[in-house]
């Protein structure tokens, strides 16, 4: 039996890096247990995250204190396994040999509670069942969305 010390590692990119993007990054972290790497950048990095963002995350048990948007580069691309667009398009650079999956997910800046949250429960089915593919033997915590 061979086993593998990779650990997989994924660049959440959208523009701003305040929405998308870090929720994508933190349920990914909060689920993946150390078995996935998780970054998150943007394209055109704003000064802070949404606010609204924040403020879900944070009723969800998630700590946003440390999250600040950062700059996507080619090197961050190049040294990821998976690179997952959200909203960039063609302002994403594209690096030979990394895969590269879009979710096409509604932005959440400047949107009330309940939009956020459902952005934010679109974002929670698509990690886990990336973190299912990326991780086969992962066992999943629960959702974050379980009440």
Request: glycine share 8%; hydrophobic share 35%.
């Amino acid at each position: 039996m061979t086993t593998t010390t990779h650990t997989p590692q994924v660049v959440f990119a959208c523009i701003r890096n305040g929405g998308r993007s870090v929720i994508s990054r933190m349920l990914t972290e909060n689920y993946a247990g150390g078995r996935v790497i998780a970054l998150s950048a943007g394209t055109q990095p704003g000064e802070h995250i949404h606010a609204e963002v924040a403020e879900v995350l944070e009723k969800l048990g998630l700590d946003t204190s440390r999250e600040h948007p950062k700059l996507l580069t080619r090197e961050t691309v190049a040294a990821s396994d998976l690179a997952i667009t959200l909203g960039c398009g063609e302002e994403c650079p594209y690096v030979p040999g990394v895969r590269y999956v879009d979710w096409p997910v509604d932005d959440p800046g400047g949107q009330d509670e309940a939009t956020v949250r459902r952005i934010v429960a679109d974002i929670d089915t698509r990690v886990r069942d990336l973190l299912t593919e990326l991780v086969p033997d992962i066992d999943l915590p629960p959702s974050v969305l379980d009440d």
